[in-house]
């Protein structure tokens, strides 16, 4: 579509005479200029866009952001319909075409929330999300549970020897932890944290499996490590993000402030903000990161580039706590885009299902067709 005829189509959406395949192509016109000739956008034209939005019939999630959905067999074809379906968390539950969709699966799944359970340095379990207000450790140490946040205070009374406790974040949950020193974490579905209620000695040690952002309070006297898998981060002070799930073959980190140092079977790197570093086979690797995909799920998004399907699924199935069973063989297509995480599960499938591959929800399972 040529610049004319985008003009044409705005001043016509401004006064509310747009056919609904107008609409499309006018979200499909802008998506695709926006990526491939953002110069031509004028601040006009941005400003009449944010105002076209509002009104189209469509409510975007995250219209702000210009959703891009696509997959590498039909880029076109999936832009056109990318913007036709992408609804709001809170869109009229009537609204005919959700019914309509829905209808196709035999159950629908709600999106993740804040859950966890706190395993205590005396084995007792505490489950998180059913707790309000204060807890209390056996060693004397404060912890107070609010609104998805663990919080531990420190005593003041130094001991010498450490307590640990665990959180554990089971599929379908996330969590937020302020350790004793400060230093802030952001727990992933699937993801285990083992950590001193209050932190001993030279060195503040914890252990992770699965996925956490850290923001690390700073203390130059004391270094802080964080053990994962196959490899060990350590820092002064700093936020980076590290994923390291069993299921995955490699272990990421990437740093978004400050300076780590990657440990691997007597391997080692130093990554700069900007940068990732890739552990895989005893090898470590680094190289640009792509800093907003790796923290979108503490962001509240599902952010794919050129991922296939396995890596997709293996994401939606921890956030929607749901097993993946794969019909007919697995596509090799890739797919690019982002997608809210608060929407339920049977809107994420509608998108990736612009590829061709198609899908079923079968009680706790989630049947892959290709």
């Known amino acids: 579509m040529n610049h004319k005829r985008a003009e044409d189509l705005l001043k016509r959406a401004g006064s509310g005479k747009l056919e609904k395949d107008e609409e499309a192509t006018l979200d499909t016109w802008y998506i695709n200029t926006a990526e491939n000739q953002p110069d ?3 601040d006009d034209i ?27 067999i039909s880029v076109a074809a999936a832009m056109v319909i990318a913007v036709l379906i992408f609804y709001s968390p809170g869109q009229n539950k009537k609204d005919p075409d959700i019914i309509a969709y829905a209808g196709k699966y035999k159950n629908d799944v709600l999106p993740g929330s804040n859950r966890a359970v706190l395993i205590k340095s005396d084995g007792s ?29 420190d005593p003041g009374s130094p001991t010498e020897i450490e307590v640990f406790n665990t959180i554990k974040i089971p599929f379908g ?20 944290l083992r950590y001193p209620v209050s932190f001993v000695g030279k060195e503040r040690n914890v252990e992770l499996t ?3 952002y850290f923001q690390v309070a700073k203390d130059a006297k004391r270094p802080f490590k964080v053990r994962s898998k196959d490899q060990e981060i350590e820092v ?21 402030e400050g300076s780590v140092k990657v440990v691997s079977k007597g391997k080692h790197a130093i990554l700069n903000p900007g940068q990732q570093s890739m552990v895989r086979n005893g090898g470590i690797s680094v190289a ?10 503490k962001n509240g998004e599902f952010n794919f580039k050129n991922t296939d399907i396995e890596s997709i699924m293996r994401v939606v199935s921890r956030w929607y706590d749901l097993k993946v069973d794969y019909v007919g063989g697995i596509s090799k297509d890739s797919y690019s885009g982002r997608i809210s995480k608060k929407v339920t599960l049977t809107k994420v499938l509608k998108i990736l299902e612009l590829s061709g591959t198609h899908f079923e929800i079968d009680g706790k399972t989630i049947k892959v067709i290709d």
Not at 173 to 192: F, I, K, P
């Open 46 to 72: 941005e400003k009449r866009l944010d105002r076209v939005w509002k009104k189209l019939p469509v409510n975007h999630a995250l219209r702000i952001r210009r959703i891009k959905i696509y997959s590498s």
């Open 125 to 153: 379990e505490v489950n998180l999300d059913q707790t309000k207000g204060g807890l209390k450790d056996g060693k004397g140490t404060i912890i107070s549970v609010s609104k998805g946040v663990l919080t531990y205070h």
């Open 210 to 212: 699965g996925e956490a």
């Open 288 to 297: 640009d990161a792509d800093v907003e995909r790796s923290i979108a799920w």
């Open 40 to 42: 031509i956008l004028t």
């Open 236 to 256: 002064l002070g700093t936020h980076f993000n590290i994923s390291a799930y069993p299921d995955e073959v490699s272990s990421t980190t990437s740093l978004l």
């Open 173 to 192: 949950g996330e969590y937020q932890l302020t350790l004793a020193d400060g230093t802030q974490v952001w727990l992933n579905s699937g993801s285990t």
